[in-house]
């Protein structure tokens, strides 16, 4: 789905929207998917403030410690 307001918002109605949003969670389930709103989770785990990890452009984020995590396994 578009999102050519700063990548965050559509420019079309609420209606249109969620009726986007449907389609895509409806293919989600397609293809094996058992979350109920699979692309609402992934907009939040982006959001390096909510609740203990976040998801960045710069990796892993411990956001209680402000600290990347490093994701190498030895």
Known sequence: MRLP???LMSEKTA???MDQMDKLNEKGKIIGCDMNAPFMSLSFVSLPTVPD???TD???V???KHILIDLEIE
């Open 62 to 64: 411990d956001v209680l």
């Open 53 to 55: 990890l976040g998801l």
């Open 5 to 7: 307001i700063g990548g």
């Open 58 to 60: 710069l990796g892993l």
């Open 15 to 17: 209606d249109e929207v």
